[in-house]
């Protein structure tokens, strides 16, 4: 399994798209990378709010802002991360290359021990 990308994409408005350099592709709905934000502040919030475990609603999103939530920009952090700007004004969450591997909710990926 690789931590690498080999390409990030926009892969519509609301997704990004990683193609890891094992060939595998991630997506990710922005919602839920914005919620699973991997900051100190974030993970606080989410261990003392009442629904504090980290789930993902790939349907109904929680808070949905009226224009949805989405990076300004993405920027790299050296060969190991990227930190998105969010459009909420959030940008403290370093996202490792391999938090964001780890991440991935595919078919494949969820399946435990199912390694290719
Ligand atoms: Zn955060
Ligand atoms: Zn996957």
């Known amino acids: 399994m690789s931590n690498k990308p080999a390409r990030i994409t926009e892969f519509s408005d609301k997704v990004l798209s990683i193609v890891w350099d094992d060939g595998h592709e991630s997506l990710y709905i922005y919602e839920d990378l914005r919620q699973a934000c991997p900051c100190a502040t974030c993970r606080q ?3 003392t709010s009442k629904n504090g475990r980290l789930r993902f609603k790939k349907t109904i999103p929680l808070r949905t802002k009226p ?3 989405k990076p300004m ?3 790299s952090i ?3 991360a990227l930190k998105f700007h969010w459009n909420d004004k959030h940008d403290t969450g370093i996202y490792s290359f391999e ?3 780890d991440l ?3 078919e ?3 399946v435990p ?3 290719v």
Do not use: H, T
């Open 67 to 69: 224009d949805g939530i």
């Open 73 to 75: 920009s993405v920027e």
């Open 78 to 80: 050296g060969q190991y």
């Open 113 to 115: 021990g199912e390694e």
């Open 99 to 101: 938090f964001l591997r």
């Open 45 to 47: 919030e989410r261990k």
């Open 108 to 110: 494949a990926c969820s």
């Open 104 to 106: 991935c909710s595919c």
